[in-house]
């Protein structure tokens, strides 16, 4: 790996004392399998939600597909190699459930179960941890066309297949993670449909995240049998969310949001029970009738380590009648019952995602998962940024990316410091990929991924960070 380049001021290395993570902890870079992949129809694959949705006209950029992704199907060598290269000692990736499942249903594809063997057995010659995830939004379409995450039985079918993926890997994976993400499957889904599977339906949301919940109890229940010693996780992505005035209506649109964006998994999973404020706002959008006895203690299963995801925050003001057009409202529907409240932004400097860069947020974040929830260890499992990224000369410069990485490094300090039992960060993304809905048109990568050749250009992140995981930390500042 070449010397890192020279950086802006803010993530600049040098020969000063370093800003010193504690020892082993564990640096890592994540991807998902319907983004990096590719091999969509080879190797006894079926169709995931994410394939019909991307095959569907007006559903994504340009009608981008993960049909080829970044071929990582084909490069799995190469890509563990550059991992190596980087120093990465954890990756984390998801496994496609159609590959491994066909259907969702019946005994493993062997053919696709032999691809995440290879790919653990090359992560692990080369000294890198691998970390699964079961679930990154890949569902089988036949499980949707059976009713998708609304319907119970998909958590159930869900528990099933984690015992598959024991049942394969159990002897060498350590770190098991059930969801990602939850919150975008069931509101970006079901609710607003911009997700696969594009599904409108604010009761049809809220059931789909309880049921995802559900399988994630279940799961954890399997697992814990079937791989003795497993750390155990989930991983959900979290926002602090600030009213944007003192005025009352400000103040209740703040709390409605953290119900719907955090709490509504938080407080199942870690408390075994639902908000009751939620539970009322959300009154006029479902009764909770599909929450049977005894699904809140097996959502409340006892966990290992919690993964948060963090990237910007909300900041959210009350509604002013009459004064949101109807795209507004189309657009809000991933919040039900609070598609009334307003997103508030603040002209501070933005992502190429239009996301509000806002590193203290991190540290809000973490400490409010470790100081009312829970003492388990956490990971930060997933943070990166968009930006536009130029090859010039055959290198990749990415400055505002580097800064981003190293502010939101010295916020994952500052929590340590402020005792949160922060264990690991995996950056997103270790490669360009397929951004979900807006196809090839945003990277999140450290590495550049020329789509039409499949090369791979480490970007000046990418030999910076590798410089940090050397260190196991950052210059004083």
Not at 15 to 42: C, K, M, S, V
Not at 312 to 336: D, K, L, N, T
Not at 452 to 474: C, F, H, M
């Amino acid at each position: 790996m070449s010397n890192p380049a020279t950086p802006p001021a803010v993530g600049v290395l040098d020969e000063r004392p370093p800003l010193t993570f504690p020892p082993g902890f564990l640096w890592g870079a994540a991807t998902a399998a319907y983004q990096i992949e590719g091999a969509a129809n080879e190797g006894g694959r079926t169709a995931s939600i994410w394939d019909t949705f991307s095959h569907t006209e007006g559903r994504t950029v340009a009608g981008h597909t993960g049909d080829v992704a970044c071929d990582h199907y084909h490069r799995l060598t190469d890509d563990v190699r550059l991992m190596a290269e980087l120093g990465l000692k954890s990756y984390r990736f998801s496994v496609s459930w159609p590959r491994v499942q066909p259907g969702g249903s019946g005994p493993a594809n062997r053919e696709g179960l032999d691809f995440y063997q290879r790919l653990v057995d090359e992560l692990m010659a080369n000294g890198i941890e691998p970390w699964l995830t079961l679930y990154h939004w890949d569902l089988p379409q036949e499980l949707e066309d059976a009713g998708g995450w609304p319907a119970r039985d998909t958590a159930a079918r869900f528990a099933d297949y984690a015992l598959l993926m024991a049942d394969a890997l159990g002897d060498r994976v350590k770190y098991w993670t059930t969801l990602n993400e939850p919150w975008c499957s069931a509101f970006l889904g079901y609710g607003s449909g911009v997700h696969a599977p594009g599904r409108s339906d604010g009761a049809d949301a809220v059931r789909a995240g309880h049921h995802l919940m559900l399988g994630h109890g279940l799961a954890v229940q399997a697992l814990r049998t079937a791989v003795p010693g497993a750390q155990l996780g989930v991983t959900v992505n979290l926002y602090p969310v600030t009213p944007a005035s003192d005025a009352p209506g400000d103040i209740d649109a703040a709390r409605r949001i953290d119900g719907l964006a955090n709490r509504f998994f938080l407080d199942p999973i870690l408390r075994g029970a639902y908000p009751d404020d939620l539970v009322a706002d959300l009154a006029k959008v479902t009764d909770f009738g599909h929450v049977h006895d005894g699904d809140l203690a097996t959502i409340a299963t006892p966990l290992d380590v919690v993964g948060v995801n963090y990237y910007s925050r909300h900041v959210v003001a009350a509604p002013v009648p009459g004064e949101q057009p109807e795209a507004y409202w189309r657009a809000q529907a991933c919040w039900p019952g609070s598609e009334d409240v307003r997103f508030v932004t603040r002209g501070v400097p933005v992502t190429d995602m239009g996301w509000e860069i806002d590193a203290p947020g991190l540290v809000e974040t973490l400490r409010r998962v470790h100081e009312e929830y829970t003492d388990l260890p956490l990971y930060v499992t997933e943070n990166g940024s968009a930006f536009i990224d130029e090859v010039v000369d055959g290198q990749v410069d990415d400055v505002d990316r580097l800064a981003y990485f190293d502010a939101h490094l010295r916020a994952s300090h500052e929590a340590i410091s402020a005792g949160v039992p922060l264990r690991g960060y995996f950056a997103w993304s270790l490669m360009d990929n397929f951004e979900w809905a807006w196809g090839y048109t945003k990277r999140f990568g450290m590495i550049y991924v020329d789509y039409d050749k499949q090369t791979r250009i480490p970007k000046s992140s990418a030999r910076w960070y590798a410089e940090v995981i050397r260190r196991n930390g950052l210059a004083a500042q």
